[in-house]
C-alpha cells in the first residue's frame, strides 16, 4: 500500500464506479460521499466515520473496516462477507441495510442501532453478543446462525428457528419470542 491518508474530511464527493487506490484511511471522516458501484477492494479503513454516503452495490473483496462507523448511509445488497475480518469491528446507526450480506462472517459485539436490515443475510454468520437496537427484521434469513447473547429485545419481524441456530442466553422480548415459534403455526394470545 502506498502513504496512508490521516485526519482528512471528504465531504460530497463522488467516488461512483471508480476504483479507489488501495491506500490506507486512518482517522478520516466522509460526508454525504456516493460509492455506488465502486471498487473498495483492498483498502484499509482505521477508525473512520461514514455519515451519509451511499454504497449500493460497492465492491468491497479484502476490504479492511477497523472501528469504523457508518451513520444514516444506505447499504443496500452491500456483501460484507467478501471483506476482511482481521479485527473487523464495526458500529451501524440509522443504516438502511436491506439485502446485505454476511453470510460466514464474524460480525460479533456490533451495535446495530436504529437499522432496516429487511432480508439481511446471517447465514452460518457469527453475531453473538450484538445488539439489534430498534432495527427491522423483516425476511432476514438466520440459519446456522451463531446468535448467543445478542440482543433483539428491541427488534422487530424477526423469524429464528431456535433448532437450527445457536441462541443460548439471546435476549428477546415477550412480544418478539413469536417470532421464534412462527414454525410451529401456533395461535398464540397476548
Known sequence: MSKPIIDTT????????????????????????????TDMSVVSFLECRFDTCNFNKTLNKKTSFQEVIFYSCKMLGMNFSSC???????????????????????????????????EVDFTAANISGSILNECNLYGAIFDNTIAEKTDFKSAINYTIDPERNKIRKARFNISGVLGLLSKYDLEIEL
Open 10 to 37: 471528504f465531504e460530497n464527493k463522488d467516488f461512483s464506479e471508480q476504483k479507489l487506490p488501495s491506500k490506507e484511511y486512518d482517522n478520516c471522516i466522509f460526508i454525504n460521499c456516493n460509492f455506488s458501484n
Open 84 to 118: 476482511s475480518d482481521f479485527l473487523f469491528q464495526v458500529e451501524f446507526d440509522h443504516c438502511h441495510m436491506d439485502y446485505t450480506s454476511f453470510y460466514d462472517f464474524p460480525i460479533k459485539n456490533t451495535l446495530f442501532n436504529h437499522c432496516s436490515l429487511k
